[in-house]
């Protein structure tokens, strides 16, 4: 119905740690998605409640869910699937999402001790600022540490400290992969995200000398689009007057406002496959058991692949990859072959470093691959007439046969005989 108005005043977080408004009534949830606000659902080994209906990135309306252990609400690519598929369990009571309110007194503001001299800035120019670095400060305000290094899906970064922005204590991070920032910046909602961080462990940061810090050469995090799997990083409130448009350009030597999170395409450069001068027992433990590789191993994991599928010859994948994209790529794989992504390259040969120098292989060969696309649909040609058929289970699509070809009654009487009138066949 065209005049059909939602009505947006449920406020949830969604994955992204960015609240949004969501209709939840029945009458709207149950025609999109098939369960109802509040419905437990449980489909392959996921539990996740029923939040409500809003847009997703392309303006369609769907249903969100909150899958337990993620930050927030997100969509399924294939809704029919869980409606199909997923089971109501239970009724769960959702609370509505309210900001936090932040536990630093007055009296803690006026005993911060900046002592900690280092660069501010995501992106471009950088300037320096004096930070807090005490942990029982840097804990209070992130419920992280100085030097303490993390990682949020694909991203890693180190904790810098607490620094006055905007009139409140800010705890700054420096993000060291999958590109490295110039400066530290801060995250929006750090301390809704840092439950979902997992702590690498800790590391000593080095810091700035001098009282002007020049221009940084280092590559520049990406600016793309955001969408609702991306979260923010400002380099400081005092910046985010330059550009509130995360997609438009900044001017140059601008210090620009937010970075958001690279797409799965962008992170750690590109996948490379990787050819080792030999293979063999202690390679592959090496391969799958080091600590210098856990992380890779994980990301396959959570992905739903596998590290040493049955279909890939013995191969070593440090990197999420199926078999569909591995034959779209033609990638022709043999147990000397690990495919990684570039930016793991020196964990990889770290972990080599483990074995003794005889049985140690060296990398021959390094050869980049092609970022996987999917397949876009072809378009629905309305000149084309199809028959619908079920084929062992599978419904079937096949062009009918055209009319110049279509099936008539055996003629009357010889071939030669006249034959009557078709009162059914168009011109006569």
């Known amino acids: ?197 997992k702590s690498l462990g800790q590391e000593a940061v080095q810091e700035a000398s001098g009282d002007i810090l020049p221009e940084c050469s280092m590559p520049s995090m990406s600016s793309s689009s955001s969408s609702e799997d991306d979260f923010d990083m400002c380099a400081s409130s005092e910046d985010s007057e330059v550009s509130q448009d995360e997609g438009q350009p900044v001017p140059s030597g601008v210090m620009p406002s937010r970075v958001s999170e690279p797409d799965e395409g962008q992170v750690a450069g590109h996948a490379v496959l990787l050819s080792l001068s030999h293979t063999g027992a202690k390679v592959k433990d090496v391969l799958l058991h080091s600590q210098h590789l856990a992380d890779c191993r994980q990301d396959v994991a959570e992905a739903g692949c596998e590290v040493t599928p049955s279909w890939a010859n013995g191969a070593v994948l440090l990197m999420p990859l199926t078999q569909v994209q591995a034959e779209e790529t033609q990638l022709d794989l043999r147990p000397h072959h690990i495919v990684a992504l570039n930016g793991d390259k020196d964990r990889i040969l770290a972990a080599l470093q483990t074995l003794p120098c005889r049985s140690r292989p060296k990398i021959r060969n390094e050869t980049g691959l092609p970022k996987h696309q999917r397949k876009q649909v072809p378009a629905w040609k309305e000149d ?45």
């Not at 699509?397 to 005989?417: F, K, R, T, V, W």
């Open 1 to 197: 119905d065209s005049d059909f108005e939602f009505d947006y005043t449920f406020r949830y977080l969604q994955k992204s740690c960015h609240p949004a408004l969501f209709d939840i009534r029945d009458e709207v949830c149950m025609p999109i998605g098939g369960f109802k606000h509040g419905d437990l659902v449980k489909c392959g080994g996921h539990t996740m409640v029923v939040i409500g209906v809003r847009p997703d990135t392309s303006g369609t309306s769907r249903l969100w869910m909150h899958v337990d252990g993620s930050p927030g609400a997100g969509v399924f690519e294939h809704q029919d699937f869980i409606r199909m598929a997923g089971t109501v369990i239970g009724k769960r009571k959702v609370e509505e999402y309210k900001d936090p309110v932040s536990a630093c007194l007055p009296e803690f503001v006026q005993n911060l001790q900046p002592s900690f001299r280092y660069p501010i800035g995501v992106r471009g120019r950088t300037r320096l600022a004096m930070f807090d670095i005490r942990d029982e400060v840097c804990l209070l305000v992130s419920g992280c540490k100085h030097g303490e290094r993390l990682k949020y899906k694909k991203l890693e970064m180190i904790g810098i400290g607490v620094v006055m922005d905007d009139g409140a204590p800010e705890m700054f991070l420096h993000v060291v992969k999958p590109k490295r920032s110039p400066g530290a910046g801060k995250f929006d909602r750090l301390k809704i995200m840092r439950p979902f961080m």
């Open 384 to 428: 084309v007439d199809l028959i619908l058929t079920v084929d062992r289970t599978f419904l079937t699509c096949i062009p009918a046969a055209p009319s110049e070809a279509a099936l008539e009654s055996a003629p009357c009487g010889d071939m030669n005989s006249a034959q009557p009138v078709n009162p059914r066949k168009r011109g006569n």
